[in-house]
Structures are given as C-alpha cells and as structure tokens.
C-alpha cells in the first residue's frame, strides 16, 4: 500500500548529501547500471531482503532470494561527489523515498555509510530542509499484516548488502609513477605496443620524459588510474626526445577519456588537426575545466600513420629547474639564441630566448646575417634562426548554396594587447603545411604543422615600445600563403591578396616581402601586431618580422647618411636593377615595391613637395 498523503510534497532532487570520499565502501558502484560489467548486489534489512514488485512498484520483503530473478539484484550508482542511489535491475528504476515509484516527483534514495558495512537509506526533503531514512516497519489492516518500506525523520533502518551477481573486477591500483601539483598519483594500466620494446606506451606516464612511444597511430594509445577520483582542470602531453628531428611522427590528433568503472568512457578533449610543436620534451598544456570526476583515463592518438610522443600528464604539474642550463642556438646579431633547462625530475625541457648580440655585418646597408638594414632595431624577430611563440587561432570555411563562409575571431582579438587569448594556441613560429608543397618555400624553416586547405589562422604578437616618434619608419617582412591582412592596435595596415611569389630553394632574404607602416600606427607603450592569414589550396607558409628605423631617420633617406639627395635617388634606381637588396628604405611609398614611382617620391622630397 503506498502512502500518497505522506508523498505529494515531496521535492525531486537530493540537495544535501554527506561527504563519501573517504569511505571504504561495502560495494563496487558504478556509473553506468545497464553496463555487463556491473556487480549486483541483495538489499538486506531486519534479516529480510528487499525484492522489487512488479505489479505495485513497491518493496517486498522475503526469506530467501534468487539471482536469477532480476528484481532480487541491486546496484549502486555515482560517485563521492554526486552520492550512491540504489537501483533495481529487474524494474531499471532508482529507489525513491517509500518503495519504487514510477514518478520523478518523488526524491532518490541514498547510500549513507554507517560503520563501513552497514548503511542508510537516506533522502532529503527540499522543501522541509529534513533528511528522512527509510526503514522497514509493519501494516495492519483487515486483510491482515505485512512489511513494507516507512520513512521518518528519527528512525533509520539499517540495510547491509551480500553479493550475488559479481562484475568485471576493477583494475587495482598500479604504481603510482606521476604526481600531479595536489599530490594526487597516477599510474599506467594497459596500452598499444611500439615499433619496439623499450618505445612502447608504458612510457607514457613513468615520469621520464627521455622516454617515449614510438608506434603506429592506431597502437597510440594507454589507460592510467588515479589514487582518487579526480576532475581534469588541464592536461599535459610531452613532446619526444627526438622531435625535432623526426618531426613527420608529430602528434596531430587525439581525444582523452575518462571512466569510473573502465567500462564506460566519456570525452574530456578531442583534438584534430592540432599544430603542434616540433620541440624536443616540451611540456604543451591544454586547459579543459572539466567538472566530472574520474579514476580511469584512456589517452589515444587518432589520426596520421606513425606518432611519437614522451609523456601524459593530468592536471597540473610541479618541476624543479636547475640553475644549469644547455644552449641550443647561438644568438646572432639580430636574432635571439635558445637556451633549455631541464627538470631535474622528470627531464621535460622549457625554453629561454638568449638576447641578440647586436654586432651586425653590413654590405651595402644589409646585414648579410639577419637581413636587417643598416641602423635598423629588430622588435619581433622571424623564426628562420630560433623559433618563436605566437598566440594562434585556428578558423575554418563553410560552403553553403555557393557562399563561402570564413569563421570569424573573437570580438577584439586585432585591437588591444590586453585582449584574453589565454585559450589561443601557443603556436611556435614558423608554421607551414608538411613539405608546403615541395614548391619556392622548401627550404625556409618550419616549427609546427599547418594542416589541410580552406582553413585560415588569426596570430598576435605583443611588443613594447619606450616611445615612437613621427618619422620612424617600421618595416615588416614576412612571407603569405596564401592572402594576408595585416593590423596594428586595431587598424587595418596591409592588405594582401596571393601567396608571396619567390625563387625556387630560397632562402629567408630572397623570399620576404616587405611592407612600410607609418609611424603614425604605433604608441607608446603595449601594440598589438595582428595578423590574419587565409590559406586557400595548396601549401601554406607564414613567418613575419617587424623593425624599426633608427630615431630621427628621414623620410627618403635611402642611404642613411641623414640627407636626401641625388646620393638617394641613385640607390633607389639601383636597387630597382638588382644591384643590391630589394628592401630598405628604399620602398619610399610603403607599397612592398621599390619601382619608379620611389624614384618621384625620392625627388619630390628633394624639391620640397
């Protein structure tokens, strides 16, 4: 008999629950109750078991039970944080408050430990702010008497479970081989082979970043568990010890699981296309703020044919930097050198930028090293020498009934230093497709792939300048492909449509095309340099560098002897026949060409116009 007059109040949802994290609990829960791999259990109370009907919804109470008969099993499904409900496999329905009701109305029942083996059965009543217990309790009536399930804010039955049905055994704990910042362990279960023993995926979480698996993409792939259930505020994957040498192994698409009872598994991340670093045991973070809790995670590789990486790591990380470090690059006149240090602990390797020297070689008023004119200061310098880090968005085109559509940035990504791009991609520079086609482009420097065609990139690079001042000229090189549009702190500055055209086997200085940006652009203080790139088929490329003229330089100045004059003009001419380098301030109307019309800007400046 139920007892609608007790029930109609009722709220539907558990508020309030005790904390279970430390409990040692008398079940195996699970978060799946349809899943094979469940343990199902006999609900015992008062030396009676509890047996779902399958006529009334109620509970029944009987001596002896089969586990044959689907409404005698019972599982328990959550976790710590979200609490334990009983559910009834025979009915596949929750116990709610009195019995099984087939109403959501009704509020869920609880596990709440007692002394590690017996238990509660607990629910909370919103709406009264009280936490009820059911219990087990007689009804008379002229039919005579039977049991059934009561509940009360004072009385608590006591409930015990025995296993009938036992599950697929859960992983025990490995060795804890990784702890992450909060001192939560992690330790591998199982995984694919690599191409050899000592390179298979029980590298990827010993805590060694000379270590790594170096395999096929589809044998990519190893489940971990933690020391506790854990939510995945970020991720790490380790790049190899060799990547920038075997760059075509690098890592481009993947997805990361998780599980409580190694049976079911979510999506915490999927990643495709992603361009990632050719960069020797770089730690590359990934910030997700997953709220679910797991103890099992299952990491794989997804896309390509070979894959090589060090290490997986969940959440956030602690290392111990020596003061040692080793240099990698040499800096140059104008470029920065590349020094690492290396965890003492697990080996994962960050980057420092060496400042450049400044000794320049000039010929003809070009540094035959860095490319610079003679005078120039570099403020972002180019990747071709040492890499640099970019912050990258990645869009993607639609066609729809013969439109093309291009995906847009966030609202005020190209006009404040300040903008919030901590979500972009930390992107080392250059990127280009794989081999960019084999085409002029061949042979300049790479960092990181760029996947596929019809995509495009939005990149920011911030910079500080202690103060502009009118006639400086800035100067930016770069090389496009394919169109180009380029802004400073908000202003739209360039415009350029094709690839950038350049000689087979060039090198960085045959290959740049340069632009002038009036001063005018510029402040004192943060600039943002923005730079949107569409890449349309075929391969794809993008490297930039941005100078500035020496303070108090003039307008026309080809020469740089302070003056404009015929001296001027001469240089310009024989820069438009090849004589010497193509760039400089020669480009005296700041449209990327050195033609005749630098000859007129040159003289009218000369006669005063």
């Known amino acids: 008999m139920k007892h609608f007059d007790k029930l109609k109040l009722l709220a539907a949802v558990v508020t309030t629950l005790l904390p279970l994290a430390a409990l040692a609990l008398p079940f195996v829960p699970t978060l799946d109750p349809t899943s094979p791999n469940n343990y199902w259990y006999y609900l015992k109370t008062n ?48 116990l709610q408050a009195e019995g099984l009701y087939d109403q959501d109305v009704y509020p869920y029942t609880y596990y709440q430990d007692k002394d590690g083996t017996n238990f509660y059965l607990h629910f909370y009543l919103s709406y009264t702010n009280t936490d009820n217990y059911l219990y087990q309790t007689t009804y008379g009536d002229q039919y ?47 995984g694919g082979l690599g191409f050899n023993a000592s390179e298979s995926s029980n590298n990827l979480c010993d805590h060694n970043a000379w ?57 915490i991340d999927v990643k495709t296309d992603y361009p990632f670093p050719f960069a020797d045991q770089k730690e590359v973070v990934f910030q997700v703020n997953d709220t679910r809790k797991f103890r099992f995670f299952k990491f794989m590789a997804t896309d390509g044919s070979e894959v090589q990486l060090s290490e997986v790591w969940i959440n956030e990380q602690n290392h111990t930097w020596p003061n040692e470090y080793t ?24 980057w420092t930028d060496i ?63 300040d903008f919030d791009d901590s979500q972009w991609i930390d992107l080392p520079m250059p990127i280009a497709s794989p081999g960019h086609s084999g085409g002029a482009l061949t042979s300049l420097r790479y960092n990181s792939y760029w996947y596929g065609e019809y995509n495009s990139y939005f990149f920011r690079r911030v910079f500080s300048l202690p103060e502009v001042r009118p006639n400086e000229t800035f100067t930016f090189r770069c090389v496009h492909d394919d169109n180009m549009v380029v802004y400073v702190n908000g202003s739209e500055v360039i415009n350029a449509q094709g690839w ?15 632009f002038k940006i009036p001063a005018s652009y510029f402040k004192a203080g943060e600039n943002i340099l923005a730079v949107y790139v569409q890449q349309n088929w075929g391969g794809a490329y993008f490297d930039c560098e941005l100078t500035v003229s020496p303070l108090g330089g003039v307008n026309g100045d080809v020469t740089g002897d302070g003056k404009v004059d015929i001296a001027d003009v001469n240089a310009v001419i024989n820069m438009m026949l090849g004589k010497v380098d193509k760039t400089g301030a020669a480009d005296v109307t700041g449209d990327g060409s050195v033609d005749i019309a630098d000859v007129n800007a040159v003289i009218n400046i000369m006669l005063g116009k």
């Open 47 to 94: 030396g009676y078991y509890c047996v779902a009907s399958s006529y009334s919804n109620d509970i029944q109470f009987v001596y002896s039970v089969s586990s044959s008969n689907d409404n005698h099993l019972w599982c328990f499904v959550g976790d710590e944080n979200s609490g334990y409900k009983v559910y009834n496999k025979g009915l596949g329905r929750y």
């Open 144 to 190: 005579g008497s039977y049991n059934y399930m009561e509940y009360s804010t004072e009385t608590k039955g006591v409930f015990s479970v025995e296993l009938a049905k036992e599950g697929v055994p859960l992983p025990a704990d490995p060795q804890w081989t990784r702890y992450d910042a909060d001192g939560v362990g992690y330790g591998y279960l199982d």
């Open 211 to 267: 270590s790594k698996f170096y395999g096929r993409v589809q044998n990519c792939w190893f489940t971990m568990k933690s020391s506790t259930s854990v939510a995945v505020k970020q991720y790490t994957i380790v790049t190899a010890n060799d990547s920038w040498g075997q760059f075509q192994r690098t890592l481009r698409s993947w997805k990361l699981q998780g599980s409580n009872d190694y049976y079911t598994w979510v999506d």
């Open 327 to 350: 240099v990698i690059s040499e800096p140059s006149c104008g470029m920065p050198g590349l020094l690492v240090h290396e965890c003492q602990d697990c080996h994962v390797r960050k």
């Open 355 to 417: 400042p450049a020297h400044g000794t320049h070689s000039f010929s003809e008023g070009v540094c035959t090293v860095c490319g610079i004119d003679e005078g120039e200061t570099v403020l972002l310098h180019n990747g071709q020498w040492a890499p640099y880090f970019i912050k990258a968005y990645r869009g993607t085109r639609a066609d729809s009934a013969g439109v093309t559509y291009w995906s847009q940035p966030p609202l005020g990504w190209n006009q404040s230093a």
């Open 500 to 514: 950038t055209e350049a000689p087979d086997g060039c090198t960085w200085l045959d290959a740049r095309e340069v």
